[in-house]
């Protein structure tokens, strides 16, 4: 039976966004709207001994303000990220867990994506007892450093009782969450649920290895806003990034009932594995393009009534070239006439929280009329030949979107995203 289908109806009814172009929800979609990069040279370490000296960074961002004085050197910063996002989210649905009785906050479940989780406070102990500094290395090294304590410690912070679960696919993580979460709401376990992704893989050994993988772009250096630069012909690497985009979400039926303010329906879900590398996508783009034939199958719609897709869209010669094959796939004759953009040519490549980052951008779009540009797109690939909204936001009203994600191990998912009204 399809996941979503004839079942109950999911829907966001709040977004918290921390974004290398915006703290906070509006920040992020007043930037994205003017297409205004978070990229900039990493201040967090001195990265002048490597080839690749740029990220997506957050500036502005207090961690010691999501965290107890006397945890502060026991929870890597990919926590704090998570709980601001997650704190703005439950604001804008209306929600105070402070307020709840235990019935109400037990009713509550978090699924949390990420990539790495915890890995660059990893590093940092690793460094410490390398150092000979081992009394500096935390007490509880071993539980922050699993991914699986990150969606533990949201629901801690907030009092939150329902389930809490990590799901750690590689860059579709967030995507895969948010599914996970909502096949929980129409199945009728929970009725309301914190999803989204988050990831902080700033760190000397996490960039170094990025590095010898020649997977990010070191030819940026002297202009970060210009180096993640999705589908152009001269793309030579992405950029790694941090950051975190949170949801609540939540049963129609339910959200309705305490007068909640939707922005728009996840409607339908698809995933698929090439199964043929560890890090490279298989040329076809066939299992791409199936999952998102999957996911409006699941949505109960035809691709002929998708107007929008978010695009994976990382800046490396494979993915985009392969990206755009597999859209062509799925459209049929229909690609040329179907915007397409990449968030990351203005945020980068946050890893697991990629997925999670393209919905909040697509469901703010819907919302507002607009859809988010792809930032530096100044000499198109002749293999990318789609409309890619190239350097401004398009104003345009849509009802239907997918958001696409497509990750190492050559993991495939997809979101049907849709108005509600």
């Known amino acids: 039976m399809p996941a979503f289908a004839g079942r109950r109806r999911v829907v966001i009814t709040g977004i918290g966004v921390l974004s290398p172009n915006g703290l906070g929800r509006e920040a992020f979609w007043s930037a994205t709207r003017a297409c205004e990069s978070g990229i900039r040279r990493i201040s967090t370490f001195d990265p002048s001994h490597l080839p690749v000296q740029i990220a997506g960074e957050l500036t502005g961002f207090d961690p010691e303000a999501w965290v107890k004085p006397k945890d502060k050197d026991h929870v890597p910063r990919?926590?704090?990220?998570?709980?601001?996002?997650?704190a703005e989210a439950l604001e804008d649905a209306g929600l105070n867990p402070t307020a709840m009785d235990l019935?109400?906050?037990?009713?509550?479940?978090?699924?949390?994506?990420?990539?790495?989780?915890?890995?660059?406070?990893?590093?940092?102990?690793?460094?410490?007892?390398?150092?000979?500094?081992?009394?500096?290395?935390?007490?509880?090294?071993?539980?922050?450093?699993?991914?699986?304590?990150?969606?533990?410690?949201?629901?801690?912070?907030?009092?939150?009782?329902?389930?809490?679960?990590?799901?750690?696919?590689?860059?579709?993580?967030?995507?895969?969450?948010?599914?996970?979460?909502?096949?929980?709401?129409?199945?009728?376990?929970?009725?309301?649920?914190?999803?989204?992704?988050?990831?902080?893989?700033?760190?000397?050994?996490?960039?170094?290895?990025?590095?010898?993988?020649?997977?990010?772009?070191?030819?940026?250096?002297?202009?970060?806003?210009?180096?993640?630069?999705?589908f152009s012909a001269d793309r030579d690497g992405f950029v790694l990034s941090e950051g975190s985009w949170m949801f609540v979400l939540e049963e129609l039926e339910h959200a309705r009932a305490r007068g909640a303010h939707i922005y728009a329906e996840l409607a339908g879900y698809g995933s698929t594995c090439d199964a043929y590398h560890r890090v490279r996508l298989d040329e076809s783009g066939e299992e791409p393009a199936r999952a998102m034939a999957l996911a409006c199958e699941d949505a109960g719609i035809s691709p002929a009534e998708v107007q929008y897709v978010n695009c994976h869209g990382t800046s490396t010669a494979l993915n985009d070239r392969i990206e755009t094959r597999a859209i062509k796939l799925f459209l049929g004759p229909r690609a040329p006439e179907v915007p397409l953009s990449s968030l990351?040519?203005?945020?980068?490549?946050?890893?697991?929280?990629?997925?999670?980052?393209?919905?909040?951008?697509?469901?703010?779009?819907?919302?507002?009329?607009?859809?988010?540009?792809?930032?530096?797109?100044?000499?198109?690939?002749?293999?990318?030949?789609?409309?890619?909204?190239?350097?401004?936001?398009?104003?345009?009203?849509?009802?239907?979107?997918?958001?696409?994600?497509?990750?190492?191990?050559?993991?495939?998912?997809?979101?049907?995203?849709?108005?509600?009204?």
């Open 344 to 421: 990351k040519s203005l945020v980068g490549h946050p890893q697991g929280a990629s997925g999670s980052a393209g919905v909040a951008a697509t469901v703010l779009g819907l919302r507002d009329g607009w859809l988010p540009p792809t930032a530096n797109l100044d000499k198109p690939d002749p293999e990318c030949d789609l409309d890619y909204v190239p350097n401004a936001a398009r104003q345009k009203r849509i009802d239907v979107a997918l958001c696409n994600c497509i990750g190492f191990g050559s993991k495939n998912s997809a979101l049907v995203v849709r108005r509600v009204d």
């Open 103 to 230: 019935a109400a906050r037990r009713s509550i479940g978090v699924v949390l994506g990420t990539g790495g989780g915890g890995l660059a406070f990893t590093e940092l102990q690793y460094e410490r007892y390398y150092a000979d500094q081992v009394r500096k290395a935390s007490v509880y090294s071993i539980p922050s450093s699993t991914p699986g304590t990150l969606s533990s410690e949201v629901s801690m912070w907030f009092g939150l009782k329902g389930l809490s679960h990590v799901v750690s696919t590689g860059c579709t993580s967030s995507t895969d969450a948010l599914a996970y979460a909502a096949l929980h709401i129409q199945t009728g376990r929970l009725p309301l649920f914190v999803a989204g992704g988050a990831d902080a893989p700033l760190a000397p050994g996490i960039m170094a290895g990025f590095c010898m993988m020649k997977a990010v772009t070191p030819s940026w250096n002297h202009d970060p806003a210009r180096a993640s630069r999705p």
């Open 78 to 86: 990919v926590v704090t990220l998570a709980i601001a996002a997650t």
